[in-house]
């Protein structure tokens, strides 16, 4: 990728979360501790999925890459901010923050098509389920899967065109824990006419496009369920867990990207990034696991694999074992003196 004016721009400055440098340590340890929460939580998740053959349907594929969603998204902001705070480094490359910039657009703006097409899927499950295997077949999983990936990549391309080519002759610090594209946009001394007329055209098709679609699709589930005379709860509580993502992913976004910027100061905005880049990923696979028996009823069977290639494996390690002193007893018979 061709940065255009920005070859005079060697690296910006990320202030990161706190200067105070008695909150290093804590704040190293916190994030630490809830990345590795959130691959291992993302990770069980994939790996349930895969593993029971009753979670292969439409709702579970486009779980289990909503997890691997979250593993990268997370993974592409907590690594850099970690290295920063532990070696007291607060740049970022040129390059590496253009990536970062790329990749967080890419990530997110494929979530929310991804969501909006899950709530299309219980739509499908509930409003038309004798349909649901004709509507929602594997090669119609696969379209959407692709589509959210390609619309995804396609817009956040244009978003970083549009940004690598401004020109930046001021301070390139950022009051930020990572490169995002608003802290970023705030550096340049360019005409933002353009990036103002994408950005809106970005947040309008990608916030208020799919959530029409996810209000329209819970709009009909909830004037299909009311009608029903009993089984309303269990009808419905296979929808509450995406609810509640949808709620706090969608919640978050638009307060960031939809609000004045002059409406909140830095330090908010810091901690409203913190909530939906990093500790948002690792909350997901709770919510769907606990309010879900089929995604319970996974973990345990892996927890049972688990169990069993850790007993073949101990099992394996005594055959050795004796196999080992069964040979010993013979180097040693053959060793004495006639």
Same mark, same amino acid.
């Given at each position: 990728?061709?940065?255009?004016?920005?070859?005079?721009? *060697?690296?910006?400055?990320?202030?990161?979360?706190?200067?105070?440098?008695?909150?290093?340590?804590?704040?190293?340890?916190?994030?630490?501790?809830?990345?590795?929460?959130?691959?291992?939580?993302?990770?069980?998740?994939?790996?349930?999925?895969?593993?029971?053959?009753?979670?292969?349907?439409?709702?579970?594929?486009?779980?289990?890459?909503?997890?691997?969603?979250?593993?990268?998204?997370?993974?592409?902001?907590?690594? *850099?901010?970690?290295?920063?705070?532990?070696?007291?480094?607060?740049?970022?490359?040129?390059?590496?923050?253009?990536?970062?910039?790329?990749?967080?657009?890419?990530?997110?703006?494929?979530?929310?098509?991804?969501?909006?097409?899950?709530?299309?899927?219980?739509?499908?499950?509930?409003?038309?389920?004798?349909?649901?295997?004709?509507?929602?077949?594997?090669?119609?999983?696969?379209?959407?899967?692709?589509?959210?990936?390609?619309?995804?990549?396609?817009?956040?391309?244009?978003?970083?065109?549009?940004?690598?080519?401004?020109?930046?002759?001021?301070?390139?610090?950022?009051?930020?824990?990572?490169?995002?594209?608003?802290?970023?946009?705030?550096?340049?001394?360019?005409?933002?006419?353009?990036?103002?007329?994408?950005?809106?055209?970005?947040?309008?098709?990608?916030?208020?496009?799919?959530?029409?679609?996810?209000?329209?699709?819970?709009?009909?589930?909830?004037?299909?369920?009311?009608?029903?005379?009993?089984?309303?709860?269990?009808?419905?509580?296979?929808?509450?867990?995406?609810?509640?993502?949808?709620?706090?992913?969608?919640?978050?976004?638009?307060?960031?990207?939809?609000?004045?910027?002059?409406?909140?100061?830095?330090?908010?905005?810091?901690?409203?990034?913190?909530?939906?880049?990093?500790?948002?990923?690792?909350?997901?696979?709770?919510?769907?696991?606990?309010?879900?028996?089929?995604?319970?009823?996974?973990?345990?069977?892996?927890?049972?694999?688990?169990?069993?290639?850790?007993?073949?494996?101990?099992?394996?390690?005594?055959?050795?074992?004796?196999?080992?002193?069964?040979?010993?007893?013979?180097?040693?018979?053959?060793?004495?003196?006639?």
């Amino acid at each position: 990728m061709a940065f255009g004016n920005q070859s005079a721009v *060697k690296e910006f400055i990320l202030l990161g979360l706190s200067d105070n440098s008695k909150m290093q340590v804590p704040l190293f340890q916190l994030f630490l501790t809830i990345y590795m929460f959130t691959l291992a939580g993302n990770g069980v998740l994939i790996t349930a999925v895969r593993v029971d053959n009753r979670l292969h349907t439409p709702m579970y594929l486009f779980l289990s890459n909503l997890s691997f969603l979250d593993i990268c998204y997370t993974s592409i902001i907590v690594p *850099k901010m970690l290295v920063n705070i532990a070696i007291s480094s607060k740049s970022i490359s040129t390059a590496g923050c253009f990536l970062q910039v790329y990749l967080y657009l890419f990530l997110g703006e494929t979530e929310c098509i991804l969501l909006a097409f899950m709530a299309f899927d219980r739509y499908v499950a509930i409003c038309n389920p004798l349909r649901y295997n004709v509507i929602m077949n594997t090669a119609s999983c696969i379209r959407i899967i692709s589509t959210s990936y390609m619309t995804g990549s396609a817009i956040s391309s244009v978003d970083i065109f549009f940004t690598a080519t401004l020109k930046f002759c001021g301070p390139v610090i950022i009051d930020h824990f990572f490169c995002e594209a608003p802290s970023l946009l705030q550096l340049s001394c360019s005409d933002l006419t353009a990036n103002n007329i994408v950005a809106l055209i970005g947040s309008t098709t990608l916030i208020f496009i799919p959530l029409s679609l996810i209000l329209f699709s819970y709009t009909q589930i909830f004037l299909v369920v009311v009608k029903i005379p009993s089984g309303k709860y269990k009808a419905f509580s296979t929808c509450i867990s995406h609810i509640i993502v949808m709620v706090i992913f969608y919640g978050t976004v638009m307060f960031m990207y939809l609000r004045p910027r002059y409406s909140a100061t830095e330090f908010t905005d810091k901690l409203v990034s913190v909530f939906y880049t990093i500790v948002t990923p690792m909350l997901n696979p709770l919510i769907y696991s606990l309010r879900n028996k089929d995604v319970l009823r996974a973990l345990r069977l892996l927890g049972r694999i688990r169990r069993n290639h850790h007993n073949i494996f101990m099992v394996f390690l005594s055959e050795e074992s004796l196999y080992c002193e069964a040979m010993k007893l013979a180097d040693d018979e053959v060793s004495l003196p006639v």
